[in-house]
């Protein structure tokens, strides 16, 4: 970290006095119209920025690539600072950040909590109301007595309310915004030309899909169906939503939606109107091109589908093969269901919480939207051949044990791991609050899933010659359907979840014992920072800084898109009180063969290794990605490992734990 330009980019998101000429910045003398990018400051301030709307996206990349190419962080500072004065506050705050995830010495500075930066969509506006009235009493230290109790969005009423603790996770909607801005859409520039990252397409598949499979094993968990996909848009969509968030003022709230609305097309802008006939236009050439295997390009030549483009041409990314032809089906799909109670704007309603990433997987409906989505995607995976021996085996590598238990635990029985719903405090303070004062902490009560930690204990034996390095790939999946029938394989595969992804050298001729923590998973994020701990960090580098060069003490390595994963408290499913059963499955492979660029780490299973190509060479999923060939299983998981010495499986138990506030 470097503590100036750490100073400089919390006073960018609002936190500390702005830099002027006396600041000893040199800004510029003449007109900023003739410096920075035309077309900026379009959306005015205080309306909603949505991630979805093409016209808002595109005014977003033209800052946030302008931001990257500074080459001089003196020059970045000051050109934030011109665009945070005339751009629309949420999509500064949007294309900032796309900007610093993706700027050279990003590896300088730590980037505060999504809600600390934009509490207001994630906390609702009563419970900001209570924070601030708390802050008149300018305490010091917060009490117990201080801090502001969580919100509820719903009641029992509504069978959907019995996942919204998931849903409305601060982490987990951290984790789904930051992910869209690692890989934003519109593209970055290089060498003057909007492009994708390398895999962007599948990791767009994989991530939605992995929530899929973690939200379904929540909903079996309390006894709902699992997500039925929202493939019929002429009937009524029964799940309704209020999310009772609003924009940086307060002043405009995300619409809700009643149960019973049908989605219509909208003329919110008549520039560019988004019709129900010509999403299912869009849907019916995808599953063409899904079908005959070519996307036809806007030069009328054909190329071949593979998951990259297709993810590219769903999401209609700068990337995708013919969005002329193909359209924005995802996007268009997001900005149709968020106006969906005000579809013409005849009643100047502000959109739902389906408009953009910050806020949008709160909502059920945005489940069954990406139930829909994933489908096609599945369709593509279902048309190519299944993995072989070959893709699937590890000669000489055999898999000889495999449990989990809770850390620190004698007495815990193996295979058996507790989860608990609590009350954590979160820190939402930040320079909006009025004064600032870096001793301050404005504590906002949250309830969500946490669990104890455990380890993987893995028993291994190579048989080969030579030192090898091995990945293990860790799923789990729920057992039992809604209807208590034990899952086929090949149904059961959409809900393997992946829980962890790791290289180990296994030495030759020998069995090599493996202790794997939880918390070193590579799908989590490490540890987040409030603005309190990042200026106490910065005074730390300052007073050690003449002493000796320090180290960062992070445990994500600084190259690696650190903010980016799930929330550690996610990792496990929550289970039920009396014992939910799934499927550990453990899979060695020939890292040697599978390795593109660099190790595992966390964070890399979403995001990979920044400006390098993504780590593991194996499709995203695998092996459970593509239809298994029933030639290597009856019908279970466990006939199928028995095919194969490099995988083993083994029954575990999720227990959760009752617990009072």
């Given amino acids: 970290m470097d503590p100036e330009k750490q100073l400089d ?29 035309a077309n900026t400051g379009i959306l005015k301030k205080g309306e909603f920025f949505s991630n979805f709307k093409k016209k808002h996206t595109d005014e977003a990349a033209r800052v946030y690539n302008y931001l990257i190419s500074c080459d001089k962080f003196e020059d970045f500072v000051k050109a934030a600072l011109y665009f945070k004065g005339i751009l629309n506050e949420g999509l500064y705050l949007y294309a900032l950040s796309v900007a610093l ?4 010495d990003e590896h300088s500075f730590d980037i505060p909590f999504l809600w600390q930066l934009h509490p207001h969509a994630y906390f609702s506006n009563s419970r900001i109301k209570a924070a601030l009235a708390h802050l ?52 970055i520039e290089i060498n003057g030309k909007l492009t994708t990252k390398d895999r962007e397409g599948e990791l767009f598949y994989y991530m939605h899909q992995q929530m899929l499979a973690r939200y379904d094993a929540e909903r079996l968990a309390v006894g709902l169906l699992r997500v039925i996909p929202f493939d019929n848009w002429n009937i009524p969509i ?3 939503y209020d999310s009772h968030l609003t924009n940086e003022y307060g002043t405009l709230q995300y619409a809700p939606r009643p149960s019973g609305m049908v989605l219509s097309d909208s003329y919110t802008d008549p520039t560019s109107p988004v019709t129900v006939h010509q999403q299912s236009y869009n849907w019916n050439r995808l599953l063409n091109a899904i079908n005959t295997g070519k996307f036809q390009k806007k030069d009328n030549c054909y190329e071949d589908v593979n998951i990259e483009n297709l993810g590219a041409a769903i999401e209609s990314s700068v990337s995708s093969p013919n969005p002329d032809l193909y359209g924005s089906l995802h996007n268009n799909g997001h900005d149709l269901l968020s106006i969906i109670t005000d579809p013409d704007g005849r009643y100047k309603q502000a959109m739902g919480v389906m408009g953009t990433t910050e806020t949008s997987i709160r909502d059920p409906v945005f489940f069954r939207w990406h139930k829909y989505i994933d489908n096609l995607f599945v369709m593509h995976k279902n048309m190519l051949d299944p993995y072989s021996a070959d893709d699937l085996g590890f000669k000489n590598i055999t898999l000889e044990e495999i449990s989990v238990k809770v850390n620190g635990c004698c007495d815990q029985k193996e295979n058996v791991l507790t989860t608990r719903m609590e009350y954590v405090n979160v820190d939402i ?60 394989l090949n149904e ?17 001729h020998a069995t090599h014992e493996i202790k794997r923590s939880s918390k070193l998973s590579s799908v989590v994020k490490p540890p987040g920072l409030s603005i309190k701990d990042i200026l106490k960090e910065v005074v730390e580098r300052k007073r050690k800084s003449t002493k000796k060069n320090v ?40 890292w040697e063969s599978d390795n593109c660029t660099d190790n595992l780490d966390q964070g890399t299973s979403y995001c990979g290794v920044k400006n390098q190509k993504y780590p593991d060479g ?7 990605d593509r239809n298994i060939d029933v030639k290597f299983f009856t019908k279970f998981l466990d006939t199928f490992v028995d095919r194969f010495d490099n995988m083993l499986s083994v029954p575990i138990t999720i227990k959760t734990i009752s617990t009072t506030k």
């Fill in 9 to 37: 980019v919390l006073m960018l998101f609002g936190y500390g006095q702005e830099k002027d000429a006396s600041s000893g910045y040199n800004f510029p003398t003449v007109p900023a119209t003739s410096i920075y990018p």
């Fill in 101 to 104: 995830a993706h700027r050279k």
């Fill in 136 to 187: 008149q009493l300018v305490k010091p230290t917060v009490a117990e007595s201080d801090i502001v109790s969580t919100f509820v969005t719903g009641t029992h009423r509504d069978p959907e309310f019995k996942v919204s603790w998931w849903r409305e996770d601060v982490g987990l909607n951290w984790h789904h915004a930051h992910w869209h801005q690692v890989y934003p859409y519109a593209g």
């Fill in 238 to 240: 029964q799940e309704g």
């Fill in 429 to 488: 303070y930040q320079s909006m609050f009025q004064q600032e004062n870096p001793q301050q902490s404005l504590q906002v009560s949250v309830y969500r899933v946490n669990h104890d930690e455990f380890e993987y204990n893995i028993k291994v034996n190579n048989a080969k010659r030579k030192n090898v390095k091995a990945a293990f790939r860790v799923f789990m999946a729920p057992s039992f359907d809604e209807h208590s029938d034990r899952f086929g």
């Fill in 492 to 508: 059961q595969r959409r809900w393997f979840i992946e829980m962890d992804k790791f290289v180990e050298e296994l030495p030759r």
């Fill in 551 to 590: 180290e960062s003490e992070c445990v994500c390595r600084r190259e690696r898109y650190c903010e980016c994963g799930l929330p550690q408290n996610i990792l496990l499913p929550r289970g039920t009180e009396s014992g939910m059963r799934f499927d550990l499955f453990v899979m060695v492979t020939d």
């Fill in 618 to 624: 194996r499709a995203m999923g695998f092996p459970f």
